[in-house]
């Protein structure tokens, strides 16, 4: 446990390359995505559990989602769910439980992680990062945690080291976007660019005020509605607001420009992570994780009702059965076989990132229902 | 029209490589698997409409799919329906038929045609190579059609062609089971042998005095209750007397035996002819039927609710869809994907054959229902 942190997880929607699992009505964060019994939220109140008291945990959440969240989370008390009247991306979500954090328990420490991310950490890396990023919010900095990447991945953007602060945190020299593949091997190369988590860490104090300064009306907006929160005005005021907000990711409206001014930080975070992007990423974790225990090798990776799912002379496969409904695959490989109850998805692992594609091709035949 | 002829469907069960579609419950010619509209069964009766009339065509089936096979074929009249108590494969259901038939109307000529073959007859050539049988028929033989091949397949057994009786007319020599790939290829360079397609046309009298021979206690069996079909007492002697029919095919109990007295004809057939036998010859079959009507090439098969399919940078996938459903194919090329509403196939088109061995599997693992 650390003390007097508090932890902000940010559920909002979005995963279409999970898709036909992961929709607008059912995001992927609901889902047991590594076969523990456990949905990636679910997983990632767990991990928070271990550096944050329940009562100092917060969930911000889409109003069509708040039902289900709420079912999967009676470990937590109704003062941990903040619901959104429509969805205005990382600013307004991470801004808004800052405030109402701030407002409640006067200047704290916090931290801002996804729900939809995997950490597998045996050794306590997780929480000691997420320390020396206290330590470096109570400086003043807003910190983040960067992963060691251990491959060239083109699938996240990375954060470059600046001078060192003190043992193990450095200053951000800057972010960097998705890079190509060449590029990519260079960062990895130089041992100096860590991947971009998405993980923000400071003072609500010094969260509020970058705001202010970045975007002046989006606070305005944002301190209305928390000022009303724990009040009967939440409800109208909420109302009244919302629409207005300005949708923007905290990266853009934040992350970028005061990593400019020198007052960003990031420690480097020396454990296992994953975005659970696509349906490849899932089955390389599980197969990566089943390996270490089991020294299996050409599995394939069953999901859901596993026990309704048969593979005959099938290898590396990964199959999501939603249903009781039987799954046969016969001598195929390397695809991905997701059945979502409504849909059915096959496709090739190698070409996952691609399902995003399936989306405007759905919106092009107006099968709107199954977005 | 064929003056006097009489047509004969058994429709049995099997097809244990077309699961998860065709079941025990539910076999293959119940199912539209030509995109047609219609059954193979309801394509059976069309094509032998041309040949008998109504009231001269029996269907016999399973009492578990009676209902199904009525409500399929409503210009048929209750007289057509011949049901077995249990499968006891096609000599005893052809024996039955050819009995009742005799009973019915004296010695007339009958033909008997599967239920769930497809023919391509563009040129009458059908109705001109059944005219043929009909003539060796009346000369007392045995008569079948045998298939000109078009490809040395081992998925069919062959017939070799013996002297000819009259033109376009022969004696058997003999029948051959399945061959290897490099029988088959001297099978076809030779010009003699033909695919048996399980037509068996003769003489009522001609058939049951074979079967009395061959089979004399399966002989006597079904005339107990051929005696008893068309009166009150149908139902007892059915059920008194159908336990201890003998299970055999034709093939074995008279057209092999028979073929050695030089009883049997054949009459090469100069048509289109495929048994259908797994999601790759349907594939095939219909991409053949297409390409010659519109050119396409590289197209995907889509079956059922083909309005539920859609594919995107696929190619020769053949996909079966019987609900309302959505399946999305992305990047896959040359797959069998077959939603049959409570279980799925994925397979390659190229293992198709293989598909049957997904039974035992099934079997083994007490899921019987899905047989």
Known sequence: MIENFYSVIPAGGGGTRLWPLSRKSSPKFLYDLTGESRSLLQSTVDRLSVISKHENILVITGQSHLDSVIRQLPELNSDSFIDEVEPRDSMAAIGLAAAILQLRHGDVVFGS??????????????????????????????????????????????????KQLVGGTYLIKKFVEKPTEQLAKKYVESGRFLWNAGIFISKTSVMLEALKIQKPKLYDGIMKIANAWDTPRRLTVQNAEWAALEKV??????????????????????????????????????????????????????LGNSEFIHTINSHDNIIFDSQEKLIVLLGVDDLAVIDSGDAILVTKRQIAQKVKDIIPHLEDEDLDKFI
Chains 1, 2 share one sequence.
């Open 113 to 162: 992680f996804a729900a939809d991310h995997v950490i597998e950490d045996k050794d306590g890396e997780f929480e000691s990062a997420v320390k020396k990023a206290q330590d470096a919010a109570n400086d003043g900095y807003i910190a983040t945690i960067g992963i060691k990447p251990n491959s060239p991945s083109t699938a996240f953007g990375y954060i470059e080291e600046g």
């Open 249 to 302: 990711a905290i990266d853009y409206a934040i992350a970028e420009p005061v990593s400019k001014k020198g007052m960003m930080a990031v420690v480097p975070g020396n454990f296992e992570w994953t975005d659970v992007g696509d349906w490849d990423a899932i089955a390389t974790l599980i197969q990566k994780s089943d390996t270490a225990n089991s020294c299996a090798s050409g599995q394939n990776v069953t």
